[in-house]
Structures are given as structure tokens and as C-alpha cells.
């Protein structure tokens, strides 16, 4: 038994207006993310130009940083939008990977930028008859960039934390290795102004290198969401004590997982009483996916009832369908069983118990010897067992 979420279909028509799926994540990452735009924007200008007229390179190369930063929050303002999309036919399970996807391409760029940074520093470094002292008034710019970096910082964390989006969060560190590579710069440039002219190129090379660090591990994490990496162990084994835990569910084997943004999708076989109903395995799935639905962040869970362990072998694969197993009976019988009788088949271990119930009390006196001797010896029944419903008062 399979259950899965079911799609919207807002996305079909695309002149109505858009309508996130997490209002108030989109609502909470959209001013966030406005609010880092115009001070990477107003940080890109002011490092660039007192770098550029203050002969700071570390300052310049932390101007691109910002540059860097304005460009990624045009990335995220995208994602958040389309990310929040509800599902659709073309996208069942929802739209969240752009998140993902927008994760991996700042990543890349970031660890780009940060090698393209310390390249930049290196060669510089190999003619230091070249490096020129800094102005002064370039200091209180880094001392200026790192306090607004470091609030910023600050600010987003909280807002990612209260909404939970992973995107916002790595967005959110972003700033913190921006504030830390202000930090690099301060001293670099307070070293340049002791007589220390070489420090600035350094501080720019190190910002280089923490640049490329926080690009490729954002860069591994969304990849490895990509490649449908399941979730930590501990989070595995709440989910797996979770659904033990439904009435019903006795036995539990193949369960799997895998993240899709902020949230995760669950596969799982679980095992229930071989004799029950149906609607009653029904039930107990729906009982299963609820709980885990309510107890942990996923997005989804696929519950696959089992009436006994095949997680290592299918024993009855080789059983023949219904139908046919139906002709056998009746071949082994000399006869066909009267057409109101209603069979329920059990598939167990490799082999079929049959309930055969009956109108006629006649009718499961003729039968009952022949069954017996069927199952002495047939391949495929194990048991047959013939009842009949109770006279009416």
C-alpha cells in the first residue's frame, strides 16, 4: 500500500497569481534576503572605491566578496519563489530542489570567486617590491564592513531558524565568512599601515581561500542532497521508532530516506497480522504515515504493508495468480466451486491458505474430505479451511 502527497494544480494556470506553498517562509526569506541586497550593494561599492583609491587589495578582494553576495541573494530570491511553488503534474513531489539546486550553484561560484582571489593574491606576492602602503581611511571602511557583516549575519540566522529553510541558513553563514573575512582584512590593513605591506596581500589570499572553503562545502551539501543522501542516523532511528510504535505494525524492514530541501521523504515497509482486511492494513498505513508526518519535519511517507519479512527473499513469487490458482483448486476438485462462494487467499511462506466460505451446509460436507487430501500433497495449497456463515436467529 502506497500514500502520496497529493498535487496542486495552482501551477497549471499561469495567470493566476502566485501562491507559495510556505507563505510565511517565502514571506520571511523575501525581506531577508531584500534586506542583504542593499547592504551587499551599499558594501560593494564602498569596498571596491576605497580599495581601489586606498591601494588596499584585501579590501577590493572583499568588495568582490560582497559583490559575490549581492548576486547570490538575486539567486536566492529566485529559488524562494519558485521553490515555494506547489506540486504539480511535471513536479509531483514539489518544486523545493530549486532551493537545492541554487545551493549548489552558489557554492560553486563562491569556491570559483575564492580561488580566483587567491591566484590573484599569489601572483602579486611574487614581485613585494610592488606592494604599496594603504591609506588609513581604508581601515574604518573594513572596521565598517565587518560590524554591518556581522549584523547581518546575525539577523538572517534568526530569521532561517524561525522558518526553517536550509537555503537561508547556509545563506546566513555565507554572511558569517563574510564577517570573518572582514576580520582578515582589518588586520591585514592594520598590518600594512605598522610597515608591514605584505600583510594586505596575505589577508587578501586568506580571504580568497575561506571564500573557496564555504563555496565548496555548500557545493558538497547540496550535491549530496542531490544524489538522494538519506538523513543522519539519529533521525533515521526516531522515524524507525515512530512507526513501531502505531498499533498494528508489527515488524518493520527497508526503511529509507531522502531530503528534499528543508524536509525529507520516508519509504517504508511495515508488517501487519497476514490474516487481517484490506481496509484494516489501510487503516494502519494511514495511521503510520500520520504519525510520522506529525512527529518529524518530512514532506511525505510511502508505506508499503507487508504481511511477513520478504525483505531478503520473496518466497512466493513463484505462486500462481488468483485466477489461476482458483482453476487448479477446481481441477484437483472434479468440480467447480459453487458460485457464491467466497475465497479469501493467504500468501505466506511460499505457499496459499485458503478460507473457502460457503452458502450451502451441504456443500462443505461434500468438500471438506476432498480438501483434506489436496493439501496432503499439492504444490501450492498448505491449508483449506471451509466455513460457512451462522443461520440467522
Not at 508526518?293 to 504481511?307: E, S, W
Request: hydrophobic residues 50%.
Amino acid at each position: 500500500m502506497t500514500n502520496h502527497a497529493h498535487a496542486h494544480n495552482h501551477s497549471h494556470d499561469k495567470s493566476a497569481a502566485f501562491e507559495p506553498a510556505h507563505p510565511a517562509r517565502f514571506a520571511a526569506a523575501r525581506k531577508s534576503t531584500w534586506v542583504s541586497i542593499v547592504i551587499n550593494l551599499l558594501l560593494t561599492v564602498v569596498q571596491v572605491l576605497a580599495g581601489f583609491f586606498g591601494k588596499s587589495q584585501s579590501l577590493m578582494a572583499d568588495g568582490m566578496h560582497s559583490f559575490a553576495d549581492l548576486l547570490s541573494d538575486v539567486l536566492v530570491l529566485f529559488a524562494n519563489r519558485h521553490g515555494n511553488k506547489h506540486a504539480d503534474a511535471n513536479h509531483p513531489y514539489g518544486h523545493a530542489r530549486i532551493e537545492t539546486a541554487a545551493s549548489l550553484i552558489l557554492g560553486a561560484s563562491l569556491a570559483a570567486l575564492g580561488v580566483g582571489l587567491l591566484i590573484a593574491a599569489g601572483m602579486r606576492l611574487q614581485h613585494p617590491e610592488q606592494v604599496q602602503a594603504v591609506h588609513p581611511f581604508t581601515l574604518w571602511v573594513a572596521l565598517f564592513a565587518l560590524a554591518a557583516k556581522e549584523g547581518m549575519f546575525r539577523y538572517m540566522l534568526a530569521v532561517a531558524q524561525r522558518v526553517r529553510s536550509q537555503m537561508l541558513i547556509a545563506n546566513a553563514w555565507h554572511a558569517r565568512s563574510d564577517a570573518a573575512s572582514s576580520l582578515v582584512v582589518v588586520v591585514g590593513i592594520i598590518g600594512n599601515l605598522l610597515g608591514y605591506t605584505f600583510l594586505d596581500l596575505v589577508a587578501a589570499a586568506v580571504v580568497g581561500v575561506m571564500i573557496a572553503y564555504m563555496g565548496i562545502q555548500f557545493a558538497r551539501d547540496a550535491l549530496m542532497e542531490l544524489v538522494d543522501t538519506g538523513l543522519d542516523e539519529e533521525e533515521v532511528r526516531a522515524i524507525r521508532n515512530t512507526l513501531k510504535a502505531v498499533p498494528g505494525v508489527i515488524g518493520l524492514h527497508d526503511l529509507r530516506t531522502r531530503k528534499m530541501a528543508d524536509n525529507a521523504l520516508v519509504d517504508a515497509h511495515i508488517m501487519v497480522d497476514p490474516k487481517i482486511s484490506v481496509s484494516e492494513g489501510h487503516y494502519i498505513a494511514e495511521a503510520a504515515r500520520g504519525a510520522v508526518l506529525k512527529g518529524h519535519h518530512v514532506m511525505d511517507v510511502m508505506v508499503h504493508i507487508d504481511p511477513e519479512d520478504d525483505a531478503h527473499a520473496r518466497p512466493n513469487a513463484h505462486l500462481p495468480q488468483r485466477h489461476l490458482l482458483l482453476a487448479h483448486l477446481n481441477d484437483r476438485l472434479g468440480q467447480a466451486l459453487p458460485s457464491s462462494t467466497r475465497v479469501v487467499l493467504h500468501y505466506l511462506n511460499g505457499k496459499v491458505d485458503a478460507e473457502l466460505l460457503l452458502q450451502d451446509n451441504a456443500a462443505v460436507i461434500g468438500l471438506a474430505q476432498k480438501c483434506a487430501a489436496i493439501v496432503a500433497d499439492d504444490a501450492y495449497f498448505r491449508s483449506i479451511s471451509l466455513h460457512q456463515p451462522s443461520a440467522p436467529n
